[in-house]
């Protein structure tokens, strides 16, 4: 049984940094990909970055992209994702998710969320002075 355990979510004024941490366990296969999802008030939830556990390929929403940056420590089964020069826009409900057989770009660019297996509980990060 795949589980996904989020933390690392809180308030941060505009600027700052925040760490989300997801711990992962229970894959059969090292061929899987993982990676961050997040949901607004009123929005659709959307991919945000996403990494591939076997060859460490990732992707990055345009949104994201020079502020954010996803690692994977495969010893501890643990992915990163290291949120910089945040802006209220980036509030929102952030979810650890995950697909076996399936790459960065698949797992973050699934318009169907049904499609994907596993998700953590999420975690709240809130951008705000």
């Known amino acids: 049984q795949v589980q996904l355990v989020e933390s690392g979510g809180g308030l941060v004024q505009p600027g700052g940094s925040l760490r989300l941490s997801c711990a992962a366990s229970g894959f059969t296969s090292d061929y899987y990909a993982i990676g961050w999802f997040r949901q607004a008030p009123g929005k659709e939830r959307e991919g945000v970055s996403c990494?591939?556990?076997?060859?460490?390929?990732?992707y990055y929403a345009d949104s994201v992209k020079g502020r954010f940056t996803i690692s994977r420590d495969n010893a501890k089964n643990t992915v990163l994702l290291q949120m910089n020069s945040l802006k209220p826009e980036d509030t929102a409900v952030y979810y650890c998710?995950?697909?076996?057989?399936?790459?960065?770009?698949?797992?973050?660019?699934?318009?169907?969320?049904?499609?994907?297996?596993?998700w953590g509980q999420g975690t709240q990060v809130t951008v705000s002075s």
């Open positions: 990494i591939s556990r076997s060859d460490g390929s990732t």
């Open positions: 998710a995950a697909n076996q057989d399936e790459n960065a770009e698949g797992l973050c660019g699934n318009q169907y969320l049904f499609l994907i297996e596993y």
